[in-house]
């Protein structure tokens, strides 16, 4: 009997769905009937022992057949009531009042939606970057929510041939549905004070890594150390002051020493 539809709400424990009690594959009726007798059982042997008619060995023996037979038939009980393992929102049904079932069968989906997990695959090089605690954001649909990162894995999956990342999102509004695919960004570095390039402006040769600034209306090569990139830009960690001015078009036709105009 299936007690709950889509977009119930249940609460942790709550049955939702029943199967009859002569189901064969419960053995529910064995399992009361072996638990009943037990009892009986440990009773009569209980009032012979008082009697002085049994050992506290015979009545020990006794007591533990009746435990054992009570397990058996909690367990069966449990078998014939499914209950909500978490408090939420029911998402999906996969079964009807006169399907057969197996062990393996996702009976019913229940999502709370307060809050999401969500996982990602990343390199190698992008893990070293990853830590626990890190705030995360995931778009969908133009919705933002955000998270942190809860779990870093510390081998590679053999199958993804990729590191596992876990994250924990806030969705205390719902702005976002349970098994979406969404863009997720990680913070994974701050820096307030950062001289930030774009990447074309950045050229390399033998000796390193250069831009070119603009001195007394000339373009001048300077050699610069580069730090973090991200969405197409560069961090510049030395070589480069807050307000110079770099050259950022016709950079095939610049060379040291070009006289320049700047153009607003």
């Known amino acids: ?7 119930d709400y249940v609460k942790q424990d709550q049955v939702i769905i029943e199967f009859p009690e002569d189901a064969p594959a419960a053995q529910f009726q064995q399992a009361k009937s072996a638990y009943e007798m037990a009892q009986t059982t440990y009773q009569r042997m209980n009032k012979l022992y008082e009697a002085g008619g049994i050992s506290k060995q015979e009545l020990d023996q006794a007591e533990t057949q009746m435990l054992v037979n ?3 038939y909690d367990a069966a009980s449990q078998m014939l ?26 009976l019913a989906i229940i999502s709370n939606t307060k809050e999401l997990k969500s996982t990602i695959w990343t390199t190698e090089k992008e893990i070293c970057q990853i830590k626990v605690g890190q705030k995360a954001r995931a778009v969908w649909q133009g919705n933002t929510i955000w998270g942190k990162v ?10 993804h041939r990729a590191f596992q990342v876990d994250l924990l999102f806030e969705n205390q509004e719902k702005l976002c549905k349970s098994g979406v695919t969404a863009d997720i960004f990680l913070q994974t570095y701050v820096n307030p004070q950062a001289l930030v390039v774009p990447r074309k402006v950045i050229k390399n040769d033998i000796d390193g890594s250069y831009l070119y600034v603009v001195e007394d209306g000339k373009a001048v090569k300077r ?18 002051k807050a307000g110079e001015k770099i050259i950022t078009e016709g950079l095939n036709l610049i060379y040291n020493g070009a006289k320049v105009k700047l153009v607003d």
């Open 150 to 159: 809860t779990e870093v894995a510390n081998s590679m999956d053999p199958t």
């Open 70 to 72: 009570k397990a058996n």
């Open 223 to 240: 050699y610069v150390q580069t730090g973090v990139a991200s969405n197409g830009d560069f961090e510049i960690t030395s070589g480069l």
């Open 1 to 7: 009997k299936v007690l709950v539809e889509v977009g």
């Open 81 to 106: 009531k499914v209950r909500a393992p978490i408090s939420g929102i029911v998402t999906s049904v996969n079964v009807r009042e006169t399907d057969g079932v197996e062990a393996k069968d996702i």
